[in-house]
């Protein structure tokens, strides 16, 4: 997976509580992005970075944050979780722009019960 | 690791045989085409790359078609083996975030 690692790979939380996700690169990629991924929907973007500390939104970031504070990091966290939330979360990492292709990593199932 | 059970067109081709995945992309600014496959338990993996100055382009055992004008992308596998079953995505960018098609399941008939 590209030295691309997710944590945790399971997680199972009820409405209402935070949650966050980790992703950790050991590529030196200046891009990193968090997608989810749900049946008839596909990959959608949640949040993307070109930075340390630069972020941006992606089509479905409503109810999730981002921070990037090292090149190596992205976390992504959910303030208050839905249900609507249960998915399977991708994070990815690109080299030099936004228009080139993206390695993803192992994925995390979140279910919000 | 992690898939989505998703309710996808489906592609059963025999083992041995030629497979052609499909894929209509929507915006006509978009000039570099991304394959992706999924393994089930798995994040998508990267196949083949096309750039809208070209119509094909191939790899190992794998071809990708571009046809700007109606705006339709393939993906070719050759002697299509067990390994090759997975959901296969195309991928669209015109240097934006990459916007993903819902994909397509393939499934090898030993």
């Known amino acids: 997976d590209a030295g691309i690692t997710q944590s945790p790979r399971h997680k199972v939380t009820e409405t209402g509580t935070p949650v966050t996700l980790r992703c950790h690169q050991t590529e030196n990629h200046r891009y990193m992005y968090w997608y989810r991924q749900d049946p008839g929907h596909g990959l959608r973007l949640i949040h993307y970075s070109y930075g340390v500390k630069d972020t941006d939104k992606g089509e479905v970031s409503d109810g999730y944050s981002v921070s990037r504070s090292k090149t190596e990091d992205f976390l992504l966290t959910l303030e208050s979780a839905t249900s609507s939330q249960t998915s399977v979360y991708f994070c990815?990492?690109?080299?030099?722009?936004?228009?080139?292709?993206?390695?993803f990593g192992p994925g995390t199932r979140l279910t919000v019960t | 690791g992690e898939s989505v059970g998703l309710h996808l067109p489906t592609l059963s081709v025999q083992e041995g045989d030629n497979s052609i995945i499909n894929c209509a992309y929507s915006?006509?600014?978009?000039?570099?085409f991304i394959w992706y496959k999924q393994e089930s338990g798995k994040g998508p993996q990267f196949i083949i790359d096309?750039?809208?100055?070209?119509d094909k382009r191939q790899g190992q055992r794998v071809t990708v078609l571009l046809n700007k004008t109606v705006k339709h992308l393939s993906l070719q596998i050759a002697a299509t083996q067990p390994g090759d079953s997975a959901v296969y995505f195309c991928?669209?960018?015109?240097?934006?975030?990459?916007?993903f098609g819902k994909g397509t399941r393939l499934s090898v008939i030993a």
């Open positions: 990815a990492i690109g080299r030099t722009a936004l228009g080139n292709e993206q390695y």
């Open positions: 991928a669209e960018t015109g240097n934006t975030p990459l916007v």
């Open positions: 096309i750039r809208s100055n070209m």
């Open positions: 915006n006509s600014a978009s000039d570099y």
